[in-house]
Each structure stands twice: as C-alpha cells, then as structure tokens.
C-alpha cells in the first residue's frame, strides 16, 4: 500500500520561510507526477504546484515566484520550499499522486500557519 507522508510544517512569522517534504513508500515514485495542495479554513482544497516525472513545473498563480517544488526519486521525497510567506498562504499543505481514473493517492497533510 502506498503512503504519503508530509512534514515540515509549522508556526512561521509573515516574511519567513519554510521547506515541506512529501515521504512516498512504493516503487512507483520516478515515475509519477507529483502535486502539492492546500487547504484553508473554511475553503476548498486547492493546488500549489506540480513536477511531473521529467521533472517540469507548475505553480499556481498565488504561489509562483515564492515556491519552489523539487524531487529527489533516490530517496521517494518531493519538497516545497516556500519563502516570502504570507498570512494567506495558512492551510493545511498535501502530497497528492494524480492517478487518473483511479482514486488519487494523498497524504495526511501538514498544517503551516503564518502569524505575527
């Protein structure tokens, strides 16, 4: 069974800085595209960024010029570091695995709060 799991989360002040990584068991990790999303209070989950297996990127709009996604297939681990943070980018941070028709693979997520 495959397991995503996030940490790296965390109390940060507006302006700071923080590096998430995304643990993944299974032998399916080169090979995927992998996602971050995150969720608000009181909001819907949303994207933040993609790397696909070759190793392109994708940001979201809020995001983009301030985080940064990155993967390391030798040890089954994505990042995100996020600088410059801001009080809106609060929320609770997932790994996602899409997989197409079949139910996406998630982790349990890992909340970051930015606060003065």
């Known amino acids: 069974q495959v397991q995503l799991v996030e940490s790296g989360g965390g109390l940060v002040q507006p302006g700071g800085s923080l590096r998430l990584s995304c643990a993944a068991s299974?032998?399916?990790?080169?090979?995927?595209?992998l996602r971050w999303y995150r969720q608000a209070p009181g909001k819907q989950r949303e994207f933040v960024a993609q790397?696909?297996?070759?190793?392109?990127?994708d940001y979201a709009d809020a995001v983009k010029g301030r985080f940064t996604i990155s993967r390391d297939n030798a040890k089954n681990t994505m990042y995100l570091q996020m600088n410059s943070l801001k009080v809106e980018d609060t929320a609770v941070y997932y790994c996602n695995v899409p997989r197409g028709a079949s139910p996406d693979y998630w982790g349990q997520g890992t909340q970051v709060t930015v606060s003065s």
């Open positions: 790397i696909t297996s070759g190793g392109r990127t």
């Open positions: 299974g032998s399916f990790f080169s090979i995927t595209d």
